[in-house]
């Protein structure tokens, strides 16, 4: 008999299949299809702070001009106020209450006072873990990244000193020394992290010259960074290591499940071939289990990390050198 049972920052799941956070997990009929379709555990779409900052003052500049064309709006709505979070606190609570599966709220704030506070609120709906998701691609040249990492660890630590859920980090790959960094983030204490975010990446339609806002949905020789940090952190962090980005095939799961993840979180695959594909990953991950004589993750969790695989270079740049060494190869194989 196949166990696929994996724990996640102390919680107990099914299986090692994470839905990520998506406008999939912000409708209860998608949820409950997810947690049909067997997966381990749900991450609930991002509490965004500077959504809640952007409505506030959408609200403020329709209220300002129904004023002058209305002005018994004053005595209707003296003091209308944009309800901030509440909404989608409510939202959690409900999706706690509703799911069996374990629920796991993510936070991405602007400022840290509100990091802090929304963190407490989002522990009080009785959700089962927190994501702080970290989502914040440079915009500006003045800020430099010594800065930005302190910022972002006095945060993490902070929020971890005010609750006590368990707390991971989903980060994007944009660091000087992303294994640097996720080595101070394994010293807060921090129970998980999660590799890595794919950040938005606009694109230009050539021929009506506009930009495009796609979904921009991933592919697995997408996942290979996710893979390699993997690789390299298992072993070397306490923090459990849940991968993400372009995790769409069974082989994908069992990849990263070798690189030694934890678990995995998968979003592209699900818009892409529909929720009850998340049945299809599970029987196939069975199959290879089974003809692998596994009976269990554990037997095979991390046997590929960079301490225990066979070839230990295969994770550092001596094989990439190895690869320019011998040009023709990569011809044979290039493909556009
Ligand atoms: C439509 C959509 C909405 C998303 N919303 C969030 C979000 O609210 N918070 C978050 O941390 N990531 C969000 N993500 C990113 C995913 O959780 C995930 O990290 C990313 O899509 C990479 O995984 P994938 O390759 O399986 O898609 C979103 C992705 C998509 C496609």
């Not at 008999?1 to 998608?30: F, Q």
């Not at 959700?127 to 914040?136: K, M, P, Q, R």
Request: charged fraction near 30%; hydrophobic fraction near 40%; include cysteine.
């Amino acid at each position: 008999m196949i166990d696929l049972s994996s724990k996640y920052m102390g919680l107990e799941l099914n299986n090692p299949i994470i839905v990520g956070a998506s406008s999939l997990t912000n409708d209860m009929d998608y949820l409950k299809k997810i947690e049909k379709a067997g997966a381990g555990a749900v991450v609930i779409k991002s509490l965004f702070e500077e959504q809640i900052q952007l409505e506030r003052f959408k609200m403020q500049e329709d209220q300002e001009r129904y004023k002058y064309r209305h002005p018994e709006m004053i005595t209707i709505f003296p003091e209308m106020e944009h309800p901030g979070p509440k909404e989608h606190l409510y939202w959690l609570k409900k999706a706690k209450k509703d799911l069996s599966i374990p629920v796991i709220a993510s936070l991405n704030a602007k400022n840290e006072s509100t990091w802090i506070k929304y963190a407490k609120s989002i522990e009080e709906t009785g959700v089962d873990a927190i994501e702080l998701n970290f989502y914040a691609s440079p915009k500006d040249f003045a800020s430099n990244s010594k800065d930005i990492e302190q910022e972002q660890i006095n945060i993490i630590q902070k929020i971890q000193n005010e609750i006590s859920i368990p707390v991971s980090v989903k980060l994007s790959y944009f660091y000087s020394n992303i294994l640097n960094f996720l080595s101070r983030v394994d010293k807060t204490g921090v129970a998980g992290v999660v590799i890595f975010n794919r950040l938005f990446q606009p694109d230009i339609d050539i021929d009506k010259e506009e930009n495009i806002f796609s979904l921009n949905l991933s592919r697995s020789i997408d996942n290979r960074l996710a893979l390699r940090y993997t690789g390299l952190l298992s072993e070397n962090i306490s923090a459990d290591i849940c991968s993400t980005t372009g995790i769409i095939k069974s082989s994908d799961v069992i990849k990263m499940l070798l690189a030694g993840a934890s678990n995995v979180q998968i979003v592209s695959a699900l818009y892409r071939y529909g929720i009850d594909y998340i049945k299809k990953l599970l029987e196939k991950m069975e199959k290879w289990m089974e003809e692998k004589g596994y009976n269990s993750l554990s037997d095979f969790r991390g046997k590929m990390d960079k301490k225990h695989s066979k070839d230990p270079w295969a994770y550092t740049r001596a094989q990439y050198v190895k690869i320019l060494m011998n040009p023709e190869k990569l011809l044979e194989k290039s493909e556009i």
